[in-house]
């Protein structure tokens, strides 16, 4: 079946260095939506970044990532992480034209000084 | 204001009784979801509605019933509440379904603790 896979559980750095959270995906279907939501405690997921097209690198919050269908993959990144980027980071698959999201484990970032 | 509500924010009950999750959506968005989230496993999808039909259902047990009576409310309905439901339950709208209505917002979520 579909699935989302998130290799990191848990990434710790200080503020100011580099950010690079991966996400690779499976499913059979070509039209694969990409996600990434952040997930604040206490907070609702909100949506990072999202794609659909391949090789297209797309950017938001200082955050950006690029769909490559080739290898599956949507890797999250951000040239210098801030003190408020800490919170756990979905990254969703969606292939039944965006109905249901299948989520990965998440990544917990913490940011420290 | 907050565009999607859910009630109650916690919730416990005993084992073998049943209870009702509410959500309210006012964003105009046409489709609904339900996600589960039990401890320490990822968001998981249960139930899509488009128009106030369901589109998709991921959930395994009948126990799971979502209820829609207005376009912009969209209730889940579990029976025989078991320990292995307690979870954190969200609720999420769309405008639509596919392409760029693909954007889901979430709720924040009611917590379940079944004893």
């Known amino acids: 079946g579909d699935s989302v896979t998130q290799t990191e559980g848990l990434v710790t750095l200080t503020e100011g260095l580099p950010v690079m959270l991966n996400c690779t995906y499976q499913?059979?279907?070509?039209?694969?939506?990409l996600f990434w939501y952040v997930h604040y405690l206490n907070e609702s997921p909100w949506l990072l970044l999202r794609?659909?097209?391949?090789?297209k690198r797309t950017e938001h919050q200082g955050f950006h990532a690029t769909l490559h269908k080739s290898s599956s993959s949507f890797h999250l990144q951000k040239s210098s992480a801030q003190l408020s980027d800490s919170a756990l980071y979905y990254c969703a698959l969606s292939v039944w034209g965006g109905r249901a999201l299948i989520f990965g484990t998440g990544t917990t970032v913490s940011v420290s000084p | 204001d907050p565009k999607i509500i859910q009630k109650p924010k916690y919730l416990v009950a005993v084992t073998g009784s049943e209870k009702i999750l509410i959500c309210e959506q006012y964003l105009g968005h046409n489709a609904m979801y339900w996600y589960r989230q039990s401890a320490k496993k990822p968001l998981e999808f249960m139930f899509s509605?488009?128009?106030?039909?369901?589109?998709d259902n991921q959930t395994a047990s009948s126990r799971f019933q979502p209820q829609s009576s207005k376009k912009n409310h969209l209730d889940l309905q579990i029976t025989a509440l078991k320990p292995d439901d307690s979870a954190t339950y969200f609720c999420a709208s769309s405008q639509g379904t596919g392409g760029n209505y693909a954007e889901q917002f979430f709720g924040p979520g009611t917590r379940l603790t079944v004893l």
């Open positions: 509605y488009s128009y106030q039909k369901l589109m």
């Open positions: 794609s659909s097209t391949d090789n």
């Open positions: 499913t059979i279907y070509s039209n694969a939506f």
